[in-house]
């Protein structure tokens, strides 16, 4: 099985500034990961898949990048709006998420 | 607009079942794979089970394996989770999710549903 690890767990971080979060597989992946927003009480929503392809709709503030082993979620100027958990998930074999990043206000 | 809707958790016995649908509007499930998708309450995201466009295929977690039945009922465009000897670590929201594709290969969740809470406990 492929384990997703996930840092930091938690980010303190004010409006406008950069955040990064790390994501690292246990094995190559390839470029087979998704990032996704999920707010408390609400269903996950998509950011980035397959490594770095910003979803439709999603702000540019978001990116990602990385291949292989080692990823990044990247939001160059944070929002009120982005103060939310982030999980990445491998789908290069079957289906893992990562135990995701808190982000909250500092 | 896409909309997944979830309903059937509730609260069981150890031991109990419950079966879960999602029900989509605005999309033509037969045209989509289909996943399930947990969440223990405090806890990260954990996938459950997947379902290809025609059922044919069905991929289970070794956490479920045995226990829980994904299926899906094209005609009615919804998809079911069939979840058996329920234990009180199976207590989460489960989610339903459209794959972003046909195939259950190398692809994603564009679209979740809000969720159903399933609770295990005496």
């Known amino acids: 099985d492929i384990q997703m690890t996930q840092s930091p767990s938690t980010l303190s971080a004010s409006e406008g500034d950069r955040v990064t979060i790390t994501c690292r597989a246990s094995q190559s992946i390839s470029s087979w990961l998704a990032w996704y927003q999920q707010k408390a009480g609400r269903a996950p929503k998509l950011l980035i898949y397959k490594a770095s392809s910003l979803e439709s709709g999603v702000p540019s503030r978001f990116s990602g990048s990385g291949s292989g082993t080692e990823f990044t979620l990247t939001i160059s100027s944070l929002q009120p709006d982005d103060f939310a958990t982030y999980y990445c998930?491998?789908?290069?074999?079957?289906?893992?998420f990562g135990q995701g990043t808190k982000v909250e206000i500092k | 607009e896409v909309q997944l809707l979830e309903s059937g958790g509730g609260l069981v016995q150890p031991g109990g079942s419950l079966r879960l649908s999602c029900a989509a509007s605005?999309?033509?499930?037969?045209?989509?794979?289909m996943s399930w998708v947990r969440q223990a309450p405090g806890k990260g995201l954990e996938w459950v089970s997947a379902?290809?466009?025609?059922?044919?295929?069905?991929y289970y977690a070794d956490s479920v394996k045995g226990r829980f039945t994904v299926s899906r009922a094209n005609s009615k465009n919804t998809v079911y989770l069939q979840m058996n000897s329920l234990r009180a670590e199976d207590t989460a929201v489960y989610y339903c999710a459209k794959a972003r594709s046909t195939g259950l290969t190398k692809v994603y969740f564009d679209y979740w549903g809000q969720g159903t809470l399933v609770t295990v406990s005496s």
């Open positions: 998930q491998q789908y290069n074999s079957y289906w893992t």
């Open positions: 605005g999309l033509t499930v037969s045209n989509y794979a």
């Open positions: 379902i290809s466009i025609n059922g044919g295929v069905t």
